[in-house]
């Protein structure tokens, strides 16, 4: 049975932990209920309590794969190579 420390802490069981997905560093939250108290991970927020990652979710939805979808990066953001070149001419000299 955990015990709290005389710093108010307390080591939450692994098999508790491992059910939350709680790992080292993460927030957890303390919920009054009519019962008593539960404990959830804390959820990722920004300062005006936006989910941080809400822009990318669904993203990874896709049927394309990371080579095709990096070639259809690199076409979207062309380089202009002739310029590259002089630069790189240059820095040789």
């Known amino acids: 049975m955990p015990r709290v420390t005389t710093k108010g802490q307390v080591t939450i069981p692994k098999h508790i932990r491992d059910?939350?997905?709680i790992e080292p560093g993460d927030e957890i939250a303390f919920k009054e209920g009519e019962s008593g108290y539960t404990i959830q991970k804390k959820q990722p927020t920004t300062a005006e309590g936006d989910d941080p990652f809400e822009k990318?979710?669904?993203s990874a939805e896709s049927d394309e794969t990371m080579p095709d979808r990096m070639r259809r990066l690199r076409s979207e953001y062309p380089r202009d190579v002739d310029d590259e070149d002089e630069e790189t001419s240059e820095a040789d000299t």
Do not use: K, M, T
Request: hydrophobic share 35%; proline share 0%.
């Open 19 to 21: 059910a939350l997905g």
């Open 56 to 58: 990318y979710r669904g």
